[in-house]
């Protein structure tokens, strides 16, 4: 199953970012990396859902994200 990661830049006129991800850790790194970079309403789409970084986490049984 894919998973889409998307973000919103937090510099004006940058844009958005969206990329998609093969499995569930690697679109977690990723989501966590662009909040890193200051990246603002960060999601993470799959399993028919829309998840918050946050949300996406507690998928894992790890809640301290």
Known sequence: ???IVQAKSCLPGEGSFTVTK???KDALETALGLLAQGMTGVIIIGDN???TTQEFAKTFGDEDF
Request: charged share 20%; proline share 0%.
């Open 1 to 3: 199953m894919a998973f």
């Open 49 to 51: 859902r829309i998840y």
């Open 22 to 24: 093969g499995t569930r």
